[in-house]
């Protein structure tokens, strides 16, 4: 399994960039989750439906199930919200994990940058940003692909993609996972 992360300012467009790289890795063969860092409270639930009502009434998890999925909500109730590590292990395996936020996690990452943002780009002072996918002309040495080229930006997310067990071996030395490491 191998893990890659898209970091960005909000409204950089990481999320419709993700949407559209996963149709186009699954038209490879390849099999993509991905974990997204809510940075507010969030809901997954509908209040009211049964599922609510159990996590509402103070169940520490709450396990939905149907022919067609299932989904398992756990509730911190005051608890350290867990690291990008233990959400990790808590993934089935597949060919590719793609990680939205989590910018400070020590992981190789592709940044995702519109020239409108009135922000710098994140790659000069972040050196786990091992490419740019941009709609701006910028001068680096970092591997750039545009915003509408799937194809490339997909190719990008796979070459600098890492093995989870080099995130977990990373995470425990406490160093950064970034582009000048093999």
Do not use: C
């Amino acid at each position: 399994m191998k893990v890659i992360g898209i970091a960005g300012w909000s409204g950089a467009g990481k999320t419709t960039l993700i949407s559209r790289v996963i149709p186009y890795l699954r038209q490879q063969g390849l099999r993509v989750s991905v974990i997204k860092h809510a940075h507010h409270e969030f809901d997954v639930d509908v209040p009211g439906k049964d599922s609510w009502v159990h996590r509402q009434s103070g169940a520490e998890e709450v396990l939905v199930s149907s022919a067609n999925r299932w989904a398992l909500m756990h509730e911190l109730r005051g608890a350290a919200e867990p690291s990008l590590v233990q959400l990790l292990r808590k993934m089935s395996p597949v060919d590719l994990v793609i990680i939205e936020g989590f910018k400070s996690e020590p992981i190789r990452k592709v940044e995702v940058y519109r020239k409108a943002s009135d922000k710098p780009p994140l790659f000069p002072n972040d050196p786990t940003i091992a490419g740019l996918v941009t709609d701006a002309v910028i001068e680096t040495t970092l591997p750039m692909a545009d915003l509408d080229d799937i194809p490339a930006v997909a190719a990008m997310m796979l070459t600098y993609a890492i093995r989870v067990e080099d995130v977990l071996a990373a995470h425990v030395g406490e160093r950064p996972y970034g582009r000048d490491q093999a």
